[in-house]
């Protein structure tokens, strides 16, 4: 029995079809309701599930299925712009490949760099005079940066891109300094304001040395807080093994059921 045709394309077009497709008269009910605004919720639900199975490592099969899921939300918001007569899923297409083109003389033109570092600076160059001849004049390398970001990561491309521009006044020595210092006004923080403010000039001196020693924050804290979630379940595991309730236990006996999953 021969297989049924399928209602799309080959390559790369099959998203987007299927995504006019959803949303023509008498396609799918839900997905014709949707906006732009109403759909900002799934592509950061997408990505972020991309992003957990890059985490864990390789597994071809799942990567392609969730970086799949982004891009049929990139098609979805594509149908709908397409719709309203603002742009198609070709014209987006080449907008991004022209970007490129022009923010990658050194690849497409004649330009020179030495090394990543001196592309990343060339990008911000770019992107300073995309801005200018947009007439976005009072625009600053920091407002390039998405505030929509998690905290972390937000505030690690923030510096980054300060760094790029030559603002990086800070040595990592100092940094350590800035960290111990910024522990014990936290510790000695006196109303809740005060410990919210100490915590947050913290926490960007931690970025920074994370930075300078080529960490990305975000992905840090996101490992570390796997780690703590194995170790707590371990816990649990043993804990519950032996009939034994954390409501029960004293201060010594939990920090010892702690100690005892430290790999």
């Not at 976005?136 to 300060?162: F, I, N």
Request: aromatic residues 4%.
């Amino acid at each position: 029995m021969p297989e049924p045709e399928r209602p799309y394309p080959d390559g790369i077009a099959a998203s987007f079809e299927i995504a006019r497709r959803l949303r023509a008269p008498d396609g799918c009910p839900w997905d014709r309701e949707q906006t732009h605004e109403s759909l900002r919720p799934y592509l950061l639900e997408e990505a972020h599930e991309a992003l957990e199975v890059i985490d864990r490592g390789q597994d071809d099969a799942k990567l392609m299925e969730e970086l799949g899921d982004v891009l049929l939300q990139v098609a979805m918001h594509s149908a709908i712009a397409e719709e309203e007569g603002r742009f198609d899923a070709a014209r987006l297409s080449e907008a991004a490949a022209a970007k490129m083109v022009a923010r990658h003389p050194h690849v497409f033109g004649d330009e020179q760099v030495a090394d990543a570092a001196g592309v990343l600076r060339m990008w911000e160059r770019r992107k300073a005079e995309e801005a200018a001849a947009a007439g976005r004049t009072a625009e600053t390398p920091l407002d390039r940066v998405p505030a929509a970001m998690p905290a972390l990561a937000w505030t690690s491309g923030m510096q980054k891109r300060a760094a790029r521009v030559g603002f990086d006044p800070e040595p990592a020595e100092g940094g350590v300094e800035a960290i111990a210092a910024g522990a014990r006004r936290l510790a000695a923080a006196e109303t809740p304001d005060a410990a919210s403010r100490e915590a947050g000039e913290l926490l960007l001196a931690v970025v920074s040395l994370a930075r300078r020693r080529d960490v990305n924050p975000e992905d840090a804290l996101r490992t570390a807080g796997h780690r703590y979630r194995d170790r707590f379940a371990a816990m649990d595991r043993e804990l519950r093994a032996r009939g034994a309730r954390y409501e029960d236990l004293d201060e010594d006996e939990r920090a010892a059921a702690w100690r005892a999953t430290a790999g």
